[in-house]
């Protein structure tokens, strides 16, 4: 026996577990993050396979079957879900829909994670005067109620996917700003920032090679939380029919147009909300698991 | 605590002017607010009629100004879709509105603040788990079709309360339930967080070991200290939440400032969506100035920063 092989296992012991395995440990010990991540994936796979998955055009009307019930409420496997108002397939219009909240969600977030990011990195780093500006733009930002804000402007410039998502991108930053500002603050003050500062690196660099991979974690949990805040405010716009326009199938959308036969057919209304429900629940039980997980001092 | 108020009151006063400025500039994003007010089938004199008419001709800092120092005595100009001051109009509907957050902001706190204490009373326990699971769900719960299941279950199925309207104290239950929700779980959480720290702080030892009573630990001692962050977040929440009273208030048709705006907005009825932005703006911007107040007083560390 080597000297190497007696000492490994006594260096395990006194060691512990390495730092890959324990991160291993808390995501799998982690039911809510296992249980975000499971759901999030399915649903962007049903997002991306729509074309495939779905038994039916969304857009396709038929008006000779309208409204059938879905088969656990005495329809056919024809149409697993059902069919709208206009005999379009309800279970089609859902598997499309993952992907108008998915990608509404996604580009909404990086936009506002974008520009959230670099006004809190700049005023954690810079301070003073940039720190006063960026305080104030906040502050100005959190004032103004972003459901009214962002349905005048949609009504302004006509609903589309893609007014629908600038409008969302440039209303949702304040939370990232705050985050960033923060946790950029945290670390500003650390020696190996002092370190490269001290060898003459630029400004540049030092934010990016010494700052972000020090606070990207946050970074992601607060794109994963906006995220579902995005898809939950685009539903609600086109709910009240100032988001994304018909005949586009957002699960908002067919809420909305559920809403007038909710007296005698409430499954209308109440499968598009469900998975709404789930999907915002998932993305959101995810970002708290990545906190949990990451930093588990922070936990609350 | 004087230069606290003054600092804080010249931030607030400052926030006000720009969101009038960004409310006021919504009217020119469309590029010619003549061309969207004449409507599409308008023919080019009649387009600039309506232009001289409401003065859309004169450079926008001007009509700014204008409409600036007309906003600070109270008149917003007249509705384009009602012909009439816009002032009255939203004075009208305000009460609504007002009652809705109040009651909101009351069942939230009612269920948040005893539901939270509890939690961090016994973590981990079956009224942890509850409270974790409410606090959760609610983040997740689209309000408009939380409301919509409510008005099924209750007001069709069952038959207990009014689907819609706001005539009587029955009508306002559902609405109040559905915004109370929206706040509760950030509400929630706070209360527990502070609880579970006020709790293992030496004081609260202290407190026990010269023989203190639970219940005169819990509520004297604890949750005194724990409630100080709920009271500010509260206030910020009330402000959201009229904001967000415009989503609650379509779906229970609750004629009040929220549902005149999204009527508005989509009428094309520019003054009176400007001045609800700057409304509810208004009410945020007092909201969270008179929390800070509020904490500075209770907790003189605050008066520094």
Same mark, same amino acid.
């Given at each position: 026996? =080597?000297?190497?092989?007696?000492?490994?296992?006594?260096?395990?012991?006194? %060691?512990?577990? =390495?730092?890959?395995?324990?991160?291993?440990?808390? $995501? =799998?010990?982690?039911?809510?993050?296992?249980? #975000?991540?499971?759901?999030?994936? /399915?649903?962007?796979l049903v997002a991306v396979f729509a074309p495939l998955l779905a038994p039916h055009s969304p857009?396709?009307? %038929? /008006? #000779? %079957?309208?409204?059938?019930e879905p088969v656990f409420l005495g329809g056919t496997w024809e149409h697993p879900l059902g069919t709208d108002h206009l005999g379009r397939d309800y279970m089609s219009r859902l598997i499309y829909g993952a992907r108008v909240s998915l990608l509404i969600g996604l580009v909404a977030a990086m936009i506002s994670g974008t520009i959230g990011t670099a006004m809190g990195v700049a005023a954690g780093y810079f301070g003073?005067?940039?720190?006063?500006? $960026? =305080?104030?733009?906040?502050? $100005?930002?959190?004032?103004?109620? !972003? !459901?009214? !804000?962002? /349905?005048? $402007? !949609?009504?302004i410039l006509g609903g589309s996917l893609q007014v629908v998502i600038g409008v969302l991108g440039l209303l949702l930053w304040d939370r990232f700003a705050v985050v960033m500002r923060a946790s950029t603050l945290q670390v500003r003050r650390r020696e190996y920032v002092a370190a490269a500062q001290a060898i003459g690196a630029s400004t540049t660099r030092v934010v990016l090679s010494e700052i972000m991979p020090n606070i990207v974690n946050n970074l992601i949990v607060i794109v994963t939380l906006e995220m579902a805040h995005a898809i939950l405010l685009e539903a609600t716009l086109s709910f009240l029919g100032l988001g994304v326009q018909p005949p586009t199938p957002s699960w908002g959308l067919m809420v909305s147009e559920g809403k007038n036969m909710m007296l005698f057919e409430p499954w209308l209304v109440l499968i598009p909300g469900v998975v709404l429900f789930v999907l915002v629940l998932a993305i959101n039980l995810m970002g708290d698991g990545l906190r949990d997980v990451t930093a588990p001092d922070s936990r609350s | 605590m004087l230069p606290f108020i003054l600092k804080r009151l010249g931030l607030a006063i400052l926030v006000a002017f720009t969101v009038s400025f960004i409310s006021f500039s919504l009217l020119f994003l469309s590029g010619d607010p003549a061309a969207a007010l004449a409507g599409e089938t308008a023919s080019g004199e009649d387009v600039e009629a309506i232009r001289v008419l409401y003065g859309f001709n004169r450079p926008m800092l001007v009509q700014y100004g204008e409409w600036l120092v007309q906003a600070l005595q109270g008149n917003f100009g007249e509705s384009y879709y009602f012909k009439l001051p816009v002032a009255s109009l939203i004075a009208d509907r305000l009460s609504v509105t007002m009652t809705l957050g109040v009651c909101g902001i009351t069942f939230a706190l009612l @269920?948040?603040?005893?539901?939270?204490?509890?939690?961090?009373?016994?973590?981990?326990?079956i009224i942890d788990r509850v409270a974790l699971f409410l606090s959760v769900a609610g983040q997740a719960m689209p309000s408009f079709w939380f409301g919509l299941i409510l008005i099924v279950v209750f007001a069709i199925k069952l038959g207990w309360l009014p689907p819609s309207g706001a005539t009587t104290w029955r009508h306002f239950i559902m609405p109040t339930i559905v915004l109370g929700y929206y706040a509760m779980p950030a509400i929630?959480?706070? @209360?527990?967080?502070?609880?579970?720290?006020?709790?293992?702080?030496?004081?609260?030892? @202290?407190?026990?070991?010269?023989?203190?009573?639970?219940?005169?630990?819990?509520?004297k001692h604890a949750l005194r200290?724990?409630?100080?962050?709920?009271?500010?977040?509260?206030?910020?929440?009330?402000?959201?939440?009229?904001?967000?009273?415009?989503?609650?208030?379509?779906?229970?048709?609750?004629?009040?400032?929220g549902y005149l705006a999204w009527e508005s907005i989509a009428r094309n009825d520019l003054p009176t969506v400007q001045a609800l932005i700057l409304i509810f703006s208004m009410f945020y911007i007092i909201f969270t100035f008179l929390a800070d107040v509020l904490n500075a007083w209770l907790d003189p560390r605050m008066r520094s920063s």
């Open positions: 026996m =080597t000297v190497q092989q007696t000492i490994d296992p006594l260096l395990e012991e006194i %060691s512990g577990p =390495t730092p890959r395995q324990i991160l291993r440990k808390r $995501v =799998t010990g982690h039911k809510g993050l296992i249980f #975000g991540l499971f759901v999030v994936f /399915l649903l962007v857009y396709e009307q %038929s /008006l #000779g %079957s309208r409204m059938i003073g005067k940039v720190d006063a500006v $960026v =305080t104030f733009l906040i502050n $100005v930002r959190l004032a103004m109620p !972003v !459901v009214l !804000v962002a /349905l005048a $402007v !949609v009504a | @269920t948040a603040v005893p539901l939270g204490v509890a939690a961090a009373i016994r973590p981990n326990s929630m959480r706070l @209360t527990r967080a502070g609880m579970l720290e006020v709790l293992s702080s030496d004081y609260i030892r @202290t407190a026990r070991a010269k023989g203190a009573g639970e219940g005169r630990v819990m509520f200290n724990a409630i100080i962050p709920v009271v500010s977040l509260a206030a910020v929440q009330m402000g959201f939440m009229l904001g967000g009273s415009i989503v609650v208030e379509s779906v229970f048709a609750l004629h009040g400032a």
